[in-house]
């Protein structure tokens, strides 16, 4: 009796791993379509400088693609897997047109239609289309570094948590409204408006209502993100604010705020987004 318990124990779970298994490759088998969308005008115009800037600092891409842009390590470990950025050099994205990398950054589609893996694309669909085309041009100007690395696996826990719905990094396509049109920009000045739109870059680890909590789809050992509605919470002056994003001193907390709390990033913003980003979030209660 108890040896067929045992048994049947082990069909069941041998057949719970292969189907989690099979519906990950179903998954990755499917294709993609987004809405008709073409860069041709706003290539012609775009700011290479502030490609780079947002590349660097304000959307953090150098943090998985690298200073170079030949990509760097996301994720090494047994449980998730082997999850490097791509090369976004010319070596990997010669054949690939304006429009197909905007669809990456934009929709995480690549060009074969396939959802990207562990591209966060849903921070970067607030993007405008003048900004996408900055980034695009920005990527353009990169000198070719030769890709020598393996393709990217992922590992049990990492398929076990998409299939789920609980990584939605995975597979952002699925998770990306591919039918949204580019969003308008304010201008770059000092202003609530503008802050606001900074604040989307934020939204992926302290969520849409920055009330913070366990971060969808991340390393295990990261901490949670905190609530930053700041506006809840006198401590947070427009000084104390502009303070923290340069030290990483937490005035709550009174330490270092820890990774991913990506201080390096911030620490380089400028007075009109540290000031904006403020106004913003000092709105909220
Ligand atoms: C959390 C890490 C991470 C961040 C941050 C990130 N990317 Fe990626 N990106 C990836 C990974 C991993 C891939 C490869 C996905 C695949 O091929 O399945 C990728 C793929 C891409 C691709 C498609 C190229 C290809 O060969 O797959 C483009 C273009 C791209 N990223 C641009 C950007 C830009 C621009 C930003 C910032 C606005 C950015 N990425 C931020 C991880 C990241
Ligand atoms: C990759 C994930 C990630 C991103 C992106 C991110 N944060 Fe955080 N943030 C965290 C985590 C995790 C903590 C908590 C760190 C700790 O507890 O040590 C944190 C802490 C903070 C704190 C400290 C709050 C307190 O009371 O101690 C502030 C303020 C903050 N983040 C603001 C921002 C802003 C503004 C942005 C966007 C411009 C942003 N964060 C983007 C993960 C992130």
Redesign the pocket.
């Known amino acids: 009796m108890f040896k067929k318990v045992l048994i049947a124990l082990f069909i069941f779970i041998i057949s719970a791993v292969a189907a989690i298994f099979i519906a990950f490759e179903v998954k990755s088998a499917k294709n993609y379509s987004v809405i008709n969308f073409d860069m041709t005008e706003e290539m012609k115009t775009a700011d290479l400088e502030l490609g780079k800037r947002i590349y660097t600092v304000r959307s953090?891409c150098i943090d998985c693609h690298g200073t170079d842009l030949s990509g760097k390590m996301v994720m090494d470990n047994g449980a998730m897997g082997k999850i490097y950025g791509a090369n976004l050099t010319a070596d990997k994205l010669k054949s690939w047109s304006d429009n197909e990398i905007a669809r990456a950054i934009r929709y995480g589609v690549h060009k074969t239609n396939r959802s990207l893996n562990f591209m966060p694309s849903f921070d970067y669909v607030a993007l405008s289309k003048s900004d996408i085309a900055a980034l695009v041009k920005y990527i353009r100007s990169s000198a070719p570094v030769s890709d020598t690395r393996h393709a990217n696996s992922f590992g049990p826990i990492a398929k076990m948590l998409s299939v789920f719905g609980k990584m939605p990094v995975m597979f952002p396509a699925d998770v990306i409204d591919l039918n949204q049109d580019f969003a308008s920009k304010p201008e770059e000045k000092v202003s609530f408006e503008f802050g606001q739109y900074?604040?989307n870059?934020?939204i992926?680890?302290?969520g849409d209502k920055f009330i913070g909590g366990k971060?969808p789809g991340g390393d295990p050992s990261?901490?949670?993100?905190?609530n930053?509605r700041l506006g809840a919470n006198p401590v947070w002056t427009k000084e104390v604010f502009s303070q923290?994003l340069k030290t990483g001193i937490?005035p709550?907390?009174k330490?270092v705020?820890?990774a991913?709390?990506?201080i390096w990033l911030?620490k380089e913003f400028n007075e009109i987004e540290s000031e904006s980003?403020w106004l913003y979030?000092s709105s909220l209660k």
């Open positions: 953090g900074l604040s870059s934020c992926g680890c302290h971060i990261w901490p949670e993100a905190k930053i923290y937490s709550t907390t330490e705020s820890r991913p709390m990506p911030l980003l979030l």
